[in-house]
């Protein structure tokens, strides 16, 4: 197996403009919820590098819990149709609860559980994404922290996958033709 960057065509983010822009996120995020409680929601798996990296940016004392959500079934297109694979272990009755993306690509998979997590009686339910691709939307989510507006194309790294394969990398991009074929 050859290096994985040979599969990649194009950067579109690179580890330092990714990091740049956790310090600002998390600044925000700090400020805006200084001396209020705060649970992050991480969504698996693609957001376990943003959690991971955001998280250990706040000063603020967060809680950290986990979701698993099935949405693309067995094709490649959202369906909106979102199934829990892994539902949280905190109870959310009353409590700040921020949910981290990798991406928002149609809107389908967040706007679904902005709104299950809503029924559960928090206090309030907010977005940090570290992407949004705008041309991509079908529904439009409400997102109070975005990392990157990118192009409507496919991106891999950075906790994103192509059947399951590149979310390590540490930098977001585009693959290469070859690799689909
Ligand atoms: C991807 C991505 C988001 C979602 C965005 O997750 O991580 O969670 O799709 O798509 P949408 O806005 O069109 O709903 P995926 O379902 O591929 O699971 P994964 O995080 O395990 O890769
Ligand atoms: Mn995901
Ligand atoms: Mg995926």
Do not use: C
């Not at 599969?7 to 822009?21: G, Q």
């Not at 805006?32 to 957001?47: E, F, R, S």
């Not at 529904?139 to 192009?151: A, C, L, M, Q």
Request: no cysteine; proline share 3%; glycine share 8%.
């Amino acid at each position: 197996q050859s290096d994985v960057a040979g599969d990649l065509a194009n950067i579109l983010l690179t580890e330092e403009e990714i990091s740049a822009k956790l310090d600002e996120l998390a600044a925000k995020i700090d400020a805006d919820y200084a001396g209020q409680d705060l649970l992050l929601v991480g969504v698996l798996k693609g957001a376990v590098m943003a959690m991971a990296d955001l998280a250990r940016r706040l000063h603020h004392p967060v809680q950290m819990d986990w979701m698993a959500v099935s949405s693309y079934g067995s094709g490649t297109k959202s369906s909106g149709v979102v199934r829990i694979l892994k539902d949280l272990d905190a109870d959310l009755t009353g409590r700040n609860v921020l949910i981290v993306e990798d991406i928002i690509d149609s809107g389908l998979t967040l706007s679904w559980l902005v709104a299950n997590l809503r029924s559960r009686g928090p206090a309030s339910v907010e977005i940090a994404t570290m992407l949004r691709k705008p041309d991509a939307a079908k529904v439009e989510v409400d997102v109070r922290y975005v990392g990157f507006d990118i192009p409507n194309e496919f991106v891999v790294g950075y906790g994103l996958d192509y059947a399951e394969k590149y979310r390590n990398l540490p930098f977001v991009g585009t693959l290469a033709p070859h690799v689909y074929s």
